[in-house]
């Protein structure tokens, strides 16, 4: 049981910096900039520069995993 509790815990920690690099590389490769502009007031704002923005602070802002978060002790092949 420990071992797929590390494993669940693990695949729940490193999920966002995959959807960080993923949605980095989505937006990269299928949006342009300039394309959709959203205004909100006298600001005018493109939706490709704050996905860039928000998927690679998702990607640098994610930390190292490790098992005393959640209350694991180390495993035994770090013993």
């Known amino acids: 049981m420990a071992k797929w509790l590390r494993i669940l815990t ?6 966002y910096p995959v959807i960080g ?3 980095l590389l989505w937006t ?3 949006s342009r900039p300039g394309t959709h502009l959203i205004t909100v007031g006298p600001i005018q ?3 490709f ?3 860039v923005v928000s998927f690679g602070i998702l990607l ?3 930390d190292e995993y490790n098992p005393e ?3 694991l002790g180390p495993s035994e092949s770090e013993k």
């Open 10 to 15: 693990k695949i729940h920690h490193y999920h």
């Open 21 to 23: 690099f993923c949605g």
């Open 28 to 30: 990269v490769v299928f």
């Open 45 to 47: 704002l493109d939706v």
């Open 49 to 51: 520069y704050i996905l």
């Open 60 to 62: 640098v802002l994610a």
């Open 69 to 71: 978060d959640y209350g």
